[in-house]
């Protein structure tokens, strides 16, 4: 019966008496040996709680309560359910009872879903209250619970019930440094509580305060101002805050006063040249590493006008970077240097054998920071040294440091469209030679830098076809999946470019080699659409040729080229038979390997029999792919094989003498046709070229398409990645307007372009630019793997210093559009500040008036509505506080300035003189009103003017 | 200010979580895994930081316990490490050369340790001396509390009840 009983939904006594304790739930747990068996341990344990703690007996509640927190804090329990149990235990007057409920509240308590704490508001309350028979045991963990999850409007609610706590000045109160907490908490989520909180809040600061409270308050307002968008509030409390840096032995207080003057320094240069002196003396003489590590951060951010502090704090890091037997020092050095930024890279420079043997470092963090920190201070006269140094080092390192490295000089390099790179040709031969590094796997930036520089940087396209025929003829980089990226790009290099290829046949072998088939689909298509191009460009330039030849117009320049291109292409020969090992098994591949290089040999670069040896070649490679699977492949394949018919088709070929035949017209027609498919240059795109389309009349985006279909379905439109270099003439809007435009694309570009001038590139300016650059020579890259680092550290003795010598190259034109590259983050924080912005317009109100200031502030936060009513709301609640504390003539003073905000702002000079009035009636204290009617009286007559926020803030005898 | 406080043991089994910042369940769990694989993987003699979303976590092993505080990027990890050393040491005064045990079995008593000392990510309390004496009394208080509860008149009235 009992059992039944016991098991049914309702508690009975019998629960009680044997109800399991925390203890033997932590037992149960820990005697469980498999996750099996803890998971069916814990799951009887929440039955049991779940029965519990319904439970009309408390002591049985708070069992089961507890239960459920050890459940929910350490094995990730939602314990929400339980959260109106807890609040129930708060009443109780058995003082261990409201004390779990607190721990189990603070522990699960969210601010954004809690809510019912609101429900406990009275007994909060009860608990805050100074009574004597109310037991800070209770009151401290009130505070936290507070300080954790309480919403904007319970901290608006229970502001009032933390005064009493904040200012009172005894120093047994062990709850005030609590409640500074809670405040500082208050206010952050609710700005609103600004006019009765702050003030006690700055009182916590003063010379008579425990320095309990002292500390605590300085953490609060530490956290205020570092997250405030603006900080310049704070700066009337700057004297308050200097007496503690000097007085304060307490190093943590310290800490937080650097931290706190290191965000106002920034704004008022006096407070700088005030702190520089007890900050190098505590540099000099701290003997604690945080209080001189936060020094060194605070001359680093704030004080660098003062060298004599930034050369102390560079020392100090020095021995920082010098303790081996301490990590932590050396990670936090390098990270302090990190802050120095490019300007002072005489600082990275004296300790450069360090930071590159920091490299080498045990620990990845401490490397990475080391990387970080050569990264930083990167410029155009040094990037050529270090990223050399950098690559050679990734060949060593391992697997995930090598990509780091890999990383960040891509992006170090590639920043603001290549700010840093002068040599181009050395650039696009590094990142050749980066991807044959063993651990590579940063393919995709890689190639889009590949394709960006083709793009951008008309003067290396001759070597950055070099090194994507390199890429392209090693067969070993085939297999390797992190490559196929990079070989996309540089097939679509090879094609698009091909006119600066010494051998375009030997690129066409390349593209075909056996291998290809290891190649995912899409890069295959690339490599077809490239084989596309070539073909083409081949055959053209075979024509033209022809046609030369005809007009008998071959100068002898075009002889002396053929004659250098030949002896060029030996070495490609030579290095090319190598690869021979893995055509054998490819008939056709190598007997026409065979003529190819005969015609090459015979210095004619386009031959009648080469380009029937290709076309075979082609059509033998290229022909099974027209079954493909996937369709990009075989699309672009029957592109390919299309265009060897068409080629295959005139009747030149047929016939050996070529004069009789280049008269075709049809043959003409073809070339004209394929120059013009191809003549167009592709130029990068801007950013922002889409948005500045404006939407056509008439044109609903949102209209549902689906009535276009039986429009496009014929062209066959199917949307593919690689649109934008493969298939240009399959441009979305061009097929839209004229069905025709794979016929003519040259003439529906040149429509487009003058139709949309405002987004292509300005034809003739680069062209007539470009000319005038020199040629581009041939990088010298020995990579040598057999280096120690020590080879490594004994580095050109200016590589991480930048030399302001003259490049003696000149940078080639990088292709830069304006608008596009990099000012798309202005206003991203705007909206996640909008709540500080608050928090510091309401506290600008307290201190101003409470510093006695005269409003000019009031005239710089926006007059909306919620700053109105809550400037109404700090009328109300400090005319409160100035009621329970006669001690200041807070009050009056008060109406004066509300009122002389709404006088609109007065004369700057005038104010400050009799600001300064004030200050010393104040000082006195003697507070006439007498002064302060003429004062208010005064700003009323004078013209309204602009006035600058800061400039009166500061007390004089801080400076 | 500090984000939140873990103690993970070796084996990665949690010992104690305190949360200032706003996470749910959900995330809590996810950060709790994340961050044992990072720093559990951490060899000896290195150093005592780890970069993780932006925050930095600063950490250090007791024993078997490895204490983690996150803060944010602008905060000073050396003055953190004082505060871990802190919150160890009262930790050991309190329970007498402290061990994982004691922190298993007393969870909610390390709990009212470590909110003596901080207060919403914040260093309250910087002397060892206060804290032993704060906790102390709450603890005869407790007690007392505890006494009058399980007094033979109070059993008699509950079963009466």
């Known amino acids: 019966m009992a059992a039944t009983f016991a098991s049914s939904s309702s508690p009975s006594l019998i629960d009680t008496l044997f109800q399991r304790s925390l203890d033997d739930v932590i037992r149960a747990l820990r005697s469980s040996s498999s996750a099996a068996l803890e998971a069916a341990a814990i799951a009887r344990a929440l039955d049991e709680i779940r029965r519990e703690i319904r439970s009309p007996d408390l002591d049985t509640k708070v069992v089961a309560l507890q239960k459920l927190t050890y459940l929910a804090s350490l094995h990730h329990f939602d314990m929400s359910w339980a959260a109106f149990h807890a609040l129930e235990l708060l009443p109780s007057t058995s003082l261990p009872h409201p004390r779990a409920a607190y721990l189990a509240a603070s522990l699960s308590f969210h601010p954004s879903s809690t809510d019912l704490l609101p429900l406990a508001t009275h007994q909060l309350r009860k608990h805050l209250a100074p009574s004597p028979s109310n037991s800070p045991a209770l ?38 440094p609590k409640a500074v907490a809670t405040a500082l908490r208050a206010l952050a989520v609710c700005p609103d509580a600004a006019p009765i909180l702050f003030k006690p809040l700055v009182e916590c600061l003063s010379l008579s305060s425990d320095p309990r409270a002292v500390s605590a308050a300085i ?97 100090k890091i020095k021995e920082f970077l010098a303790s081996d037997d301490d990590p932590n020092l050396r990670y936090l050095g390098l990270q302090a240097l990190n802050m120095l930024g490019p300007a002072h890279s005489w600082a990275v420079e004296d300790s450069r054998e360090v930071v590159i043997q920091a490299l080498n470092d045990t620990d990845t963090n401490i490397r990475r920071e080391a ?64 991807v044959r590094n063993p651990h590579f796997a940063k393919g995709d930036e890689t190639e889009r830098q590949l394709v960006d520089i083709g793009l951008r940087v008309r003067d290396a396209r001759p070597e950055l076809i070099h090194v994507a025929r390199n890429l ?224 056509p009349e008439g044109l609903i985006l949102n209209e549902n398409l689906s009535d276009l279909l039986d429009i496009l379905g014929d062209d066959g439109i199917s949307p593919c990645a690689s649109v934008s270099f493969s298939f240009r003439n399959h441009h979305p809007t061009e097929t839209n307007k004229d069905s ?21 590139l300005p034809m003739d300016n680069d062209k007539s630019e470009s000319n005038d650059y020199p040629c581009a020579s041939e990088p010298l890259l020995p990579v040598s793997h057999g280096e120690d680092t020590e080879d490594i550290v004994k580095l050109p003795a200016q590589s991480l210093i930048p030399e302001k010598e003259k490049p003696t190259r000149t940078r080639p034109v990088v292709i830069r559009l304006d608008e596009g590259d990099g000012v798309l983050s202005a206003n991203l924080a705007t909206a996640r500040e909008s709540k500080h912005d608050l928090l510091s317009g309401a506290i600008r109100d307290v201190l101003l008036r409470n510093e006695k200031k005269p409003s000019s502030m009031h005239e710089t936060s926006p007059p909306d509505r919620t700053s109105q009513r809550r400037e109404n709301d700090a009328c109300e609640n400090s005319e409160l506080i100035s009621q329970q504390k006669e001690s200041n003539s807070f009050g009056d003073r008060e109406h004066g300035n509300s009122s002389s905000r709404k006088s609109r702002p007065h004369h700057k000079e005038r104010i400050e003189s009799s600001e300064q009035n004030e200050e010393k009636s104040h000082r006195h204290s003697g507070k006439s009103s007498r002064h302060h009617r003429r004062h208010k009286h005064r700003q009323r007559e004078d013209a309204p003017l602009d006035i600058v926020p800061q400039a009166p803030v500061i007390q004089d005898f801080l400076l | 200010m500090i984000n939140f406080v873990l103690l993970i043991s070796r084996q990665g089994k949690v010992r104690l979580t305190k949360w200032y910042s706003p996470y749910s369940q959900k995330e809590r769990s996810k950060v709790i895994r994340e961050l044992s694989g990072l720093i559990l993987a951490r060899g000896p003699k290195l150093c005592n930081f780890v970069e993780w979303r932006g925050y930095k976590v600063v950490y250090r092993r007791y024993a078997s316990l490895y204490f983690c505080m996150c803060i944010n990027a602008d905060d000073n990890e050396l003055e953190i490490l004082e505060i871990i050393h802190h919150f160890v040491e009262i930790l050991d005064r309190y329970f007498g050369s402290v061990c994982e045990l004691d922190l298993i079995f007393n969870f909610h008593k390390a709990y009212y340790i470590l909110d003596e000392i901080l207060i919403a990510g914040e260093l309250q309390e910087s002397s060892k001396k206060t804290v032993a004496r704060l906790i102390a009394a709450q603890d005869s208080l407790v007690e007392a509390a505890k006494e009058q509860a399980s007094s033979v008149s109070n059993m008699i009235a509950q079963v009466t009840k």
């Open chain 1, 740 to 760: 025709a435009s794979a016929i003519e694309p040259n003439s529906l570009l040149s429509e487009h372009r003058k139709r949309h001038g405002l987004y292509y």
């Open chain 1, 371 to 434: 990387l970080r920190l050569i990264m930083v201070n990167l410029c155009d006269s040094n990037v050529v040294d270090i990223c050399n140094m950098l690559i050679k080092y990734a060949i060593k390192s391992d697997p995930e440091f090598a990509n780091e490295i890999i990383d960040s000089v891509l992006a170090t390099c590639g920043r603001n469209v290549y700010e840093l790179i002068v040599d181009f040709d050395w650039y696009v031969s590094l990142l050749g030679e980066m």
């Open chain 1, 139 to 176: 009151a401290a963990p009130a505070l936290h619970l507070l300080a954790l999850a309480s919403s904007p409007n319970l901290a608006r609610h229970l502001a009032p019930d933390l005064l009493p706590i904040l200012s009172s000045q005894s120093s047994s109160n062990l709850l005030r």
């Open chain 1, 472 to 695: 392209l003829i090693d067969p070993a980089l085939l297999g390797n999946p992190f490559l196929c990226r990079v070989l996309s790009a540089a097939a679509w290099v090879s094609g698009e470019y091909v006119e600066f290829s010494r051998n375009p046949l030997e690129l066409v072998e390349a593209l075909l080699q056996p291998r290809t088939n290891l190649l995912p689909p899409f890069v295959r298509a690339v490599y077809v659409q490239a084989v596309f191009k070539i073909l083409a460009y081949s055959f053209i330039s075979f024509i033209e040729q022809i046609q030369a030849g005809e007009s008998l117009a071959i100068g002898n320049s075009l002889n002396q080229r053929g004659k250098q291109e030949g002896s060029d292409l030996l070495a490609a020969k030579s290095s090319s038979d190598q690869n021979n090992a893995f055509e054998i098994g490819h008939g056709v591949a190598t007997a026409d390997n065979a003529i190819l290089f005969d015609s090459i040999e015979k210095q004619e670069i386009f031959k009648h029999e080469s380009i029937s040896c290709l076309l075979n070649l082609i059509e033998t490679v290229v022909g099974p792919l027209s079954e493909c699977d996937e369709v990009e492949v075989q699309e672009r394949a029957r592109n390919v094989l299309g265009l060897v018919l068409i080629i295959r088709g005139t009747q030149f070929w047929n016939i050996e003498e070529e004069h009789e035949l280049t008269r075709d017209n049809k043959i003409t027609k073809i070339v004209e046709l394929m120059e013009a498919a191809f003549s167009e240059e592709l130029g990068p795109v801007s950013t922002n070229a889409q948005k500045r389309v404006s939407v």
């Open chain 1, 219 to 315: 953490g609060a307002f530490c956290e205020l101002a570092l997250a405030a968008p603006d900080p310049s509030p704070y700066l009337p409390l700057a004297p308050e805050f200097y007496r503690l840096l000097v007085d304060s032995r307490n190093n943590w207080v310290t800490i937080k006063v650097l931290k706190i003057f290191s965000r106002l320094a920034s704004l008022e240069p006096r407070v700088a040249a005030r702190i520089v002196d007890p900050v190098c003396e505590l540099l000099r003489c701290s003997p604690a590493k945080s209080l001189v590590f936060e020094c060194i951060r605070t001359v680093f951010s704030s004080l660098l006008d003062h060298d004599a502090a930034v050369r102390l704090a560079v020392d």
